[in-house]
């Protein structure tokens, strides 16, 4: 296979190169090249900042009649990015460094300044000499007095540093660290007095709630004992029905309780809760008489009848004794409830 990117070229057998003609170029002719600017600058026309190191492309050329050590100076025409003004600066061979010519000023510049400057002074000063004698004794006794001042300002150093020499460090360090640890000692023993006190003050006041609290327990668990001892819930489940002595004999502490008190604890009232609206408190003064009901007569009133008055005075039944009335429609569980809990008190 051939290759892909063809380095090689053809050359035929009666090539001759003699007979290519020269291109004559000017010696003064452009070149564009990609280059980046070397130092910041601005802009006269606009003031636009062009930093170091920002790409352009820029026309080259070589400087006529200009050479440094047999070397070529070299010229690049920019553009500003703002206003498209033309800016040119050229090589300094001599600085190894780049020179601005025109269309804008070098930023940060201070430092060349300064050397130039001084290097300025430096060349003036040795033309005067060489045409002034009276001027090279004048800047020699001016060397010399700046001299003596030097000199005195380094015996003045040397004499501090002798000073501070005298200085025992050692010991200074020493008592520092010494007050450091004492005051450090002082600052721990306040920390613990403090706590101390913090401690005795939380303790009193543990004590304190704690003897309140101990009061105020024991208070509740007498109360609690005594509701416990006068109020049981089931003491209509655990105590049996009392005897007709039993009912008729007073209690021990001298005050009778009646039955119904102990129902009405474990089961309730007949007037409160959601039956308290369905059952209706019979009213004393309004009762109406309840009826008797005659007894069915037996056999010895009967025979009482049949032997005359006689008879019947000798063997009389013995009066009847009434019911408790019983209604058939109106009459309800409850009460019946009530009334026989009422018929057990009886003396």
């Known amino acids: 296979m051939s290759e892909r990117k063809v380095l090689n070229k053809y050359y035929p057998p009666d090539f001759d ?12 002719r452009q070149y564009v090249v990609r280059l980046m600017a070397p130092f910041n600058m601005r802009c006269k026309t606009c003031g636009e900042y062009i930093y170091k190191g920002k790409k352009f492309n820029a026309r080259k050329e070589t400087v006529q009649n200009e050479l440094y050590m047999g070397l070529p100076i070299f010229r690049f025409y920019i553009k500003c990015t703002r206003c498209l003004a033309e800016i040119t600066f050229k090589t300094d061979p001599e600085n190894t460094d780049y020179a601005m010519e025109h269309g804008a000023t070098r930023n940060f510049q201070a430092e ?5 400057e001084e290097k300025k002074l430096q060349r003036e000063r040795e033309e005067e000499e060489l045409n002034n004698p009276m001027k090279v004794l004048e800047n020699r006794t001016r060397d010399s007095k700046l001299e003596m001042e030097v000199l005195e300002n380094l015996q003045e150093l040397k004499e501090l540093n002798q000073r501070q020499a005298q200085v025992d460090f050692e010991g200074m360090l020493n008592r520092y660290k010494e007050y450091e640890e004492n005051e450090r000692k002082r600052q721990e023993e306040e920390d613990e007095r403090e706590t101390r006190e913090m401690l005795d003050r939380a303790l009193v ?14 208070e509740k668990q007498r109360e609690r004992a005594e509701r416990c001892s006068t109020d049981k819930p089931t003491d209509i489940l655990t105590t049996d029905r009392p005897t007709e002595a039993q009912a008729s004999a007073p209690p021990a502490g001298g005050v009778k309780r009646p039955r119904g008190e102990s ?23 309004s009762s109406a008489p309840k009826p008797e009901v005659a007894a069915p007569p037996t056999n010895h009133s009967v025979q009482s009848e049949a032997n005359g008055p006689k008879a019947s005075s000798s063997c009389t039944a013995p009066p009847a004794v009434a019911s408790q009335p019983i209604t058939a429609q109106n009459g309800s569980s409850l009460s019946l409830l009530g009334a026989y809990s009422d018929s057990d008190d009886s003396e």
């Open 17 to 28: 190169p003699s007979k290519i003609p020269k291109l004559k170029l000017p010696k003064d």
């Open 112 to 116: 060349k300044l300064i050397e130039e």
């Open 205 to 218: 006041k543990r004590l304190r709630d704690s003897d309140s609290d101990s009061d105020e327990d024991r």
């Open 263 to 285: 129902w009405e604890r474990s089961v309730g009232g007949l007037g409160g809760g959601a039956l308290g609206s369905l059952v209706v408190r019979k009213k004393p003064g």
